[in-house]
């Protein structure tokens, strides 16, 4: 079955400082692997996703995040981190080419300090 | 261009009551998945419609269903409502063409409290 894991409930960081939020996968098969951002009482909003090729994947708001099949890992990525950038952070899965099925990790709640 | 929309925003019932929510997706997007949130978790799936037919289908009790209209647009009802039903239900659209990766893009959410 497959599985992604976000191993830090909370990550801290101060405002300017490089960030990384980190998720780990198990997948039978090629891996898509999706990044969503959670503001408070709000819906997801798409970061960035890994479907094949470079192994970089630049995304939205200068997110970007890092595929590594030999430490099947997909962490997400900012050289400099803003306040703005506070937020509920998940990792997801599509579950196979045949369903839009996305299977989440628990979260990471981004602390960004002034 | 209107991104996902859900309503109500918010809704407050009582055990045992029946529920009705409502979703339509972005324009020139045929799928629609419904996830359900609750606190403190990541969204669970529920379900997948795509052209008006249940692509898949979570690990949800039969009291969860769901369908599709001509316009795409879906909703999602529960009955027979228990307090573990609170939760955020999420709803997703996306083209889903066949053999592609197309991303899901999510509306705000409704918020659903069981009392």
């Known amino acids: 079955a497959q599985s992604v894991a976000q191993p830090e409930d909370q990550v801290n960081v101060a405002e300017g400082n490089p960030l990384t939020v980190k998720c780990t996968y198990s997948?039978?098969?090629?891996?898509?692997l999706f990044w969503y951002v959670q503001y408070p009482n709000r819906g997801l909003q798409f970061l960035l996703k890994?479907?094949?090729?470079?192994?970089l994947v630049k995304g939205s708001y200068g997110f970007e995040a890092e595929f590594n099949k030999s430490q099947t890992s997909f962490h997400l990525k900012k050289p400099s981190a803003l306040v703005s950038d506070s937020a509920l952070y998940f990792c997801a899965v599509r579950d196979s080419r045949n369903t839009d099925k996305l299977i989440f990790g628990t979260g990471t709640r981004l602390q960004v300090f002034p | 261009d209107a991104g996902v929309t859900q309503s109500p925003t918010h809704l407050i019932k009582t055990r045992g009551q029946h529920v009705t929510l409502r979703c339509s997706p972005i324009?020139?997007?045929?799928?629609v998945s419904w996830y359900q949130q609750v606190l403190g978790q990541g969204p669970q799936f529920i379900f997948q419609y795509y052209e008006k037919e249940e692509r898949g289908r979570g690990n949800f009790p039969d009291r969860f269903s769901a369908r599709q209209f001509p316009n795409y647009s879906s909703e999602l009802n529960v009955n027979a409502l228990l307090l573990g039903d609170s939760a955020l239900y999420l709803c997703?659209?996306?083209?889903?063409?066949?053999?592609?990766?197309?991303?899901?893009?999510f509306g705000p959410g409704t918020r659903l409290t069981v009392l």
């Open positions: 890994y479907i094949t090729g470079d192994n």
């Open positions: 997703a659209s996306s083209f889903s063409r066949a053999y592609r990766t197309d991303t899901q893009y």
């Open positions: 324009s020139g997007h045929k799928s």
């Open positions: 997948v039978s098969g090629n891996p898509y």
